[in-house]
């Protein structure tokens, strides 16, 4: 049973446009959802994150929003860098399960020039 | 070095092979993971460690065996492995058990003949 899903395996956009990744879980004890970033033959790198207890968080061009009655997440990157081409994974956790981070299957950000 | 180092990056082995992955990272933290990423599918977490001490084995096979000599140093010991254990296996650390936020290394990619 995969608590976290990203639906969508690939995205292209083109630059200066804006990028929407999404991101569905099941587990309502989920509390606490991280976004990570990879390039290719490097490791996950951390993004930006939000809380339950809000349901926007802003970083430069990357905010998160969180709709917890539809447990749903997404990213925006705003305007989109062809920097930003990378495998986005969407990742949450909860009190119960400790550092226990669930991840979603990834999406292929691709950002044409 | 800094952040989190995995020798060696590539590894090809026979099912008859034994072999060990190498994690270090230079953070200064206290909890460190074993994560195994297969093709197409999320990342999954197989071992945890804090302060040494695993905390977390997620029903992993006994072909895997992890060894934590020190906060800073984690093995995976690999030992009489199948073809369906190729993978991307990553390893991460957080400065806590309870910190959402892991720092991941470049990951050892397997292949298991």
């Known amino acids: 049973d995969q608590q976290v899903k990203q639906n969508s395996p690939s995205l292209s956009v083109q630059e200066g446009r804006i990028s929407i990744l999404n991101c569905d879980y099941t587990?309502?004890?989920?509390?606490?959802f991280l976004w990570y970033k990879k390039y290719p033959a490097e490791g996950p790198t951390f993004l930006i994150s939000?809380?339950?207890?809000?349901d926007k968080n802003e970083d430069g061009r990357f905010t998160v929003f969180l709709n917890k009655s539809a447990k749903h997440l997404s990213l925006h990157i705003v305007p989109s860098q062809p920097g930003d081409s990378a495998v986005y994974f969407c990742?949450?956790?909860?009190?119960?399960?400790?550092?226990?981070?669930?991840f979603g299957e990834g999406t292929q950000l691709t950002v044409n020039p | 070095e800094t952040g989190v180092t995995q020798t060696p990056r590539h590894l090809v082995m026979g099912m008859t092979n034994k072999k060990s992955l190498k994690c270090e990272q230079h953070?200064?933290?206290?909890?460190m993971y074993w994560y195994k990423q297969s093709a197409k599918k999320p990342l999954e977490l197989m071992f945890v460690?804090?302060?040494?001490?695993?905390?977390e084995n997620n029903s992993v096979p006994s072909r895997f065996s992890p060894e934590c000599p020190n906060s800073s140093h984690l093995f995976l010991h690999l030992h009489t492995l199948q073809p369906e254990d190729s993978a991307l296996y990553l390893c991460?650390?957080?400065?806590?058990?309870?910190?959402?936020?892991?720092?991941f290394g470049p990951g050892t990619r397997l292949t298991v003949t």
């Open positions: 460690y804090n302060f040494k001490e695993q905390t």
């Open positions: 990742a949450a956790s909860g009190e119960t399960s400790g550092s226990r981070l669930t």
């Open positions: 587990n309502s004890m989920f509390d606490y």
């Open positions: 953070l200064g933290h206290n909890a």
């Open positions: 939000i809380s339950s207890i809000k």
């Open positions: 991460a650390s957080s400065p806590a058990l309870l910190s959402y936020e892991q720092y």
